[in-house]
């Protein structure tokens, strides 16, 4: 390992332009001309819109443009979709109801977008959207999904009866019923988890820019994806063809997953920019991120875990029922389904598994993946439920774990995933050794004799990264596939830029990239460039999510550096009348193996431009292209210990350590996977301790802003104790599972089994905060 | 419409401005000084924190009409020409950011968290202090252990200056 290649601790170059104030965020651009959009947004949850009269907003100081549904369809812009389709057990698709970027005869969430407003500053888009009178009649709203299905509740979408989108399963439902009717033991639950506002730093926003002379538009947009945005804002919402549609993502403020939906915002703003004439910028505030940010999990589930006389699990069947929302959102069908379901087996052996899934509208924001999307939820179902298994049974919970251990690959589990390595005992043993698990019921007595309540928490989890083959989703009913491109740009200098359709927002790929690159070529990593984010630059790409910039995005810029050093070392064989097989690329120099013969890396691809010299036949440059799509999802898996104390008088829990023990595969830089490491741990935290998104019977949205919605702050976080083990992943040339969720996935539930340790009860539900850790322990005293 | 005159970054600015501009956005969209960033509509998050005559403000709390007169330090500021002020050094070696949106006011927070402990810092007291940022991306882990270490060099510097000074 170089001191800047694979492996190496090397601070990231993308720091100098955020350290100094020099990012570009989207807010960030001015464009000659432009104006501002403020959208009016439905202060109801459920109603039909009976009149929109905009005139007065029209006369107002500064407008140029307030513009309606109505006038939007007339232009032919289509409805959003759900880009992933699922099928109800009886075999009907699901019921995806029509969501127009603004809304026409009604309205459904508190924030759905009724009109926009484009004035010369955001102050008198402001003043005028307060102008905009809708008269609106309202209807009665449903925010809770499991009475949302409940005959004679308020229907939301006329194409879904009882508003129910589909009624899914996956598994042997005969098999698992039977290992449950004859068990020696089963551990039921009712496991509720909590819906989540992801709250990436930067609001959303987009700015659009139409220019009549080239009738072409440019879209700078707060994207994961920018390529998808483009894609479906083309095929699917009629704004322009992809080659007269550019989407750049320029520097992103963190994503979670909401930044990979294309909302109604920015295909309204490229619209607007047309109707108006001028580019129209539109950012979010806070409190319309709340409103209307895609939400996160949302599920109620009831699950039942059988038992044999051993304690081996022989059974598991569960029944979710999972809020989306009032519209169907980008991927939101995917997330409850073959993103959740398909992990129910977590690290175990379990012979029998029938899962039941219903998704459900309702009168809320869409919800759909945050950080984790679907495996945060089936680890936190897993491993409460074999938590409470274990004190039933009287067992440690890692003895429990231990003995039911999938400890061969590949393993096909019953629920679709062929899990290719891992070591789950190495992951608990370090994370136990780590946290001196040995040393807890002692230090449990001493907290006691100080009258606090100390609790320990374990979590063995397993996800599903490195998203997708393909074939695999698209046989699921993906509408994209899931591969990733690079081109690898060598200069006539010898300076590299790579172009890749992994989008960076926060994960540091201009570095962990760069690194891959000093590796091959030995090429300082200031002398390779990474760009992204750019449709007209990146030829195209599927973005980042899932975890899946390393293992796909890398994947596919190894298969570039491939081509590039094959056609290197052609020359170099060339230029130094060497066998082609005996050329070695070592510390920048290109030489002849056992030979002191050897050309600087920049001679090489020097020849390549002049081609002066080159070998009979071959074309000039030295630039390649590569498509990757991988052969099977990657296996993140891990163990995460948690010791809490609690003082009874306040309910205030206070985290006296976290352990992270993570199988990533192999990494490219430490410093930057405990990053991802730390960050996902504290969002995890914050979902079992502090956030909650709360809608009133109404669909008033209770949190929506950081007075009502508590963020993490870092006085309600340790440091955190991580540390990595490895068995390389099989199914990529990196042997790199991903790691940018496994915090998310993993530490709710190490959270919550340690504060139900220490309170000794069964369940509480999330977010644990002060008033309910309090009223739990004065209820279970009386 | 109101006159606002500042000194930003060691030059002296003037403008005119509505009367609700806030600081934040004179310093944006007038002064084109787009490091600091607006991360919330209720003075949470501390992405807006700059420095006003020596101490940290968030200048979405702050008119601009209000700030006239003042001395102003944004994160465009901070470092010595081509040298990274200690904090922000520390910040980029202990991997103190991610998506860097809330970095400028995490970095101007810290500067003026250090400078007000002369006494140095402890985990304890930093992770208080920061009770006015937010971050969504590092955990605050690796940004505790960056102020720390800038609060060190920092201790070091003084004494250095100090003796060179004796």
Redesign the interface.
Known sequence: MGIEGVGARVARKEDKRFITGGGRYVDDMVVPGMKHAVFVRSPHAHAQIKKIDVKKAQGMPGVVGVLTGKELKADGIGNLICGWMIHSKDGTPMKMGAWSPLAVDKVRYVGDAVVIVVADTKGQARDAAEAVEITYKELKAVVDATKAIQPGAPQIHAESDNNLIFDWEIGDGKATDAAIKSAAHVTRMKIVNNRLVPNAMEPRAALGHYDKAEDHYTCWTTSQNPHVARLVMSAFYNVAPENKLRVIAPDVGGGFGSKIYIYPEEIVCLWASKKTGVPVKWVADRTESFLADAHGRDHVSNVEMAFDKDNRITGLKVDTIANLGAYMSLFSSCVPTYLYATLLSGQYNIPAIHANVRTVYTNTAPVDAYRGAGRPEATYLLERTMETAARELGISPAELRRKNFITSFPHQTPVIMNYDAGDYNASLDAAMKAADYAGFAKRKADAAKQGKLRGIGMSCYIEACGIAPSAAVGSLGAGVGLWESAEVRVNAVGTIEVLTGSHSHGQGHETTFAQLVNQRFGVPIDSVSIVHGDTDKVQMGMGTYGSRSGAVGMSAIVKALDKVEAKAKKIAAHLLEADEGDIVIENGEVKVAGTDKSLPWFQVALAAYTAHNLPAGMEPGLKETAFYDPANFTFPAGCYISEVEIDPETGVTDIIQFVAADDFGNIINPMIVEGQVHGGIAQGIGQALLEGAYYDGSGQLLTASYMDYTMPRAGDLPSFKVSTSNTPCPSNPLGIKGCGEAGAIGSPPAIINAITDALGVVDIPMPASPATVWATIRATKH | MSDVSLTVNGKRVSGSA?D?TLLVHFL?EHL???????????S??G?CVVHVDGRAVKSCTMLAVQASGSTIV???G??DGAE?HPV?AA???H?G????????GM?MTATDMIARHPEGLD?AT???E??G?????????????AILAASETMAKGAKGKAKQAA
């Open positions: 509505e609700r944006r084109g000084l787009t490091g600091t960033h607006v991360g919330c509509d209720t949470q998050c992405a944004t994160i465009e901070l470092a990274l922000q910040f980029k070696e991997h950011l991610q998506c860097g949106f809330c970095t400028p970095i985990e930093v992770r208080a920061l009770e940022n937010i971050c969504r991306c590092t955990g605050y882990h690796n940004i505790v252990k």
